[in-house]
């Protein structure tokens, strides 16, 4: 069904092929998965497959075919026996669900007796039953791949490929895809994916094909995935000392903005050395100043820094504050005229 003998993949510019002597045979009525991190060559694969690109070395037979040979005039007809199905869905945004669905068969210069059975036929299999009228922006994303989906089957292919079909899908949709595309690939049409999905690939059980850097390191019959050590955890890494340093920088920026604030003026005050040797409080005095002065007194504002994990004192009395070299003395600010 498809055949990769010995294939490289060179592109102009770059040192190192995006295929380096892939071998491997698709049988007809195969579920095949390509899986591998990005850039290994999947969706290269899927592109020679399809004859968008041609082999550097080696050959490449589909449906008995070798698309070296194959004339640029023949492509279209080729495809014909070939649906594809993409992330991003590519839907016409301005022709309805059955518009988009029977633009496939126009092209190809179906009957229109055939269009009106066959779009009906193929939107029931993918459960788009009712909702042929409907414009693509009137639908989920998961009905939007499926109305993909019933267009590269109206056809009625004997290849179905899908290049992370599940790609833009929350996990619930997702599961519903991959659930319609096993039902196609019972019916006969063989389907090969390219995916990330690891869970997918572990319940299916299907054969895997890795590809690793262009090269092919593992095809295995009823596989799974195999190696997730290099997929990243989205497990937020904790920053040490930072949930420290926004509560003191928010205490100083108020110390800042209280210190700013314009005291009211009084009449023949009198001048109240800065040096008074009273400590700061942030209650009122016991003696009253002197007539015509008022003195003001700024102290730190109440922070729960136990609140945020970084509070208490060390074993010599200091606070979070002292120990990072932020904390300040109460400033006494004499009167204003």
Same mark, same amino acid.
């Given at each position: 069904?498809? @055949?990769?003998?010995?294939? &490289?993949?060179?592109?102009?510019?770059?040192?190192?092929?995006?295929?380096?002597?892939?071998?491997?045979?698709?049988?007809?009525?195969?579920?095949?998965? !390509?899986?591998?991190?990005?850039? $290994?060559?999947?969706?290269?694969?899927?592109?020679?497959?399809?004859?968008?690109?041609?082999?550097?070395?080696? @050959?490449?037979?589909?449906?008995?075919?070798?698309?070296?040979?194959?004339?640029?005039?023949?492509?279209?007809?080729? @495809?014909?026996?070939?649906?594809?199905?993409?992330?991003?869905?590519? /839907?016409?945004?301005?022709?309805?669900?059955?518009?988009?669905?029977?633009?496939?068969? +126009?092209? =190809?210069?179906? $009957?229109?007796?055939?269009?009106?059975?066959?779009?009906?036929?193929?939107?029931?299999?993918?459960?788009?039953?009712?909702?042929?009228?409907?414009?693509?922006?009137? !639908?989920?994303?998961?009905?939007?791949?499926?109305?993909?989906?019933?267009?590269?089957?109206?056809?009625?292919?004997?290849?179905?490929?899908?290049?992370?079909?599940?790609?833009?899908?929350?996990?619930?949709?997702?599961?519903?895809?991959?659930?319609?595309?096993?039902? =196609?690939? *019972?019916?006969?049409?063989?389907?090969?994916? *390219?995916?990330?999905?690891?869970?997918?690939?572990?319940?299916?059980?299907?054969?895997?094909?890795?590809?690793?850097?262009?090269?092919?390191?593992?095809?295995?019959?009823?596989? #799974?995935?195999?190696?997730?050590? *290099?997929?990243?955890?989205?497990?937020?890494?904790?920053?040490?000392?930072?949930?420290?340093?926004?509560? /003191? &920088?928010?205490?100083?920026?108020?110390?800042?903005?209280?210190?700013? +604030?314009?005291?009211?003026?009084?009449?023949?005050?009198?001048?109240?050395?800065?040096?008074?040797?009273?400590?700061?409080?942030?209650?009122?005095?016991?003696?009253?100043?002197?007539?015509?002065? @008022?003195?003001?007194?700024?102290?730190?504002?109440?922070?729960?820094?136990?609140?945020?994990? =970084?509070?208490? /004192?060390?074993?010599?009395?200091?606070?979070?504050?002292?120990?990072? #070299?932020?904390?300040?003395?109460?400033?006494?600010?004499?009167?204003?005229?």
């Amino acid at each position: 069904m498809i @055949r990769f003998e010995h294939v &490289t993949k060179r592109f102009r510019g770059t040192s190192k092929p995006a295929l380096n002597d892939v071998d491997f045979e698709v049988q007809r009525g195969e579920f095949v998965f !390509l899986v591998g991190a990005s850039g $290994s060559g999947k969706s290269s694969c899927l592109r020679l497959i399809l004859r968008e690109d041609q082999p550097s070395e080696g @050959r490449v037979v589909v449906l008995g075919r070798d698309l070296h040979s194959l004339s640029s005039r023949k492509v279209p007809y080729f @495809r014909r026996h070939i649906g594809s199905v993409f992330q991003d869905f590519r /839907l016409l945004p301005n022709k309805t669900v059955f518009q988009n669905v029977a633009f496939t068969l +126009q092209v =190809i210069g179906s $009957s229109r007796a055939f269009i009106q059975q066959a779009v009906p036929e193929v939107l029931a299999l993918v459960g788009l039953e009712g909702k042929d009228k409907r414009l693509p922006h009137e !639908l989920s994303g998961g009905e939007q791949q499926r109305v993909a989906i019933a267009r590269a089957l109206v056809n009625r292919p004997q290849i179905l490929l899908a290049d992370e079909p599940t790609g833009n899908l929350d996990p619930a949709t997702s599961v519903d895809i991959m659930q319609l595309l096993a039902r =196609i690939n *019972a019916g006969g049409t063989t389907v090969v994916m *390219a995916t990330h999905e690891a869970g997918f690939v572990d319940q299916m059980k299907r054969r895997v094909i890795e590809l690793r850097g262009g090269v092919m390191v593992r095809d295995d019959r009823h596989g #799974g995935y195999g190696d997730t050590s *290099a997929i990243p955890s989205l497990t937020p890494q904790a920053e040490k000392g930072a949930a420290a340093t926004a509560a /003191l &920088t928010a205490v100083l920026q108020l110390q800042r903005e209280i210190a700013a +604030q314009p005291a009211p003026a009084a009449p023949d005050a009198a001048v109240v050395p800065a040096s008074d040797p009273a400590p700061a409080t942030t209650t009122e005095p016991e003696v009253d100043p002197a007539p015509g002065t @008022r003195p003001i007194k700024i102290a730190a504002p109440a922070v729960d820094l136990d609140g945020l994990g =970084i509070g208490g /004192l060390d074993a010599d009395g200091r606070g979070v504050a002292d120990r990072l #070299g932020l904390g300040q003395e109460e400033d006494e600010v004499g009167p204003t005229t």
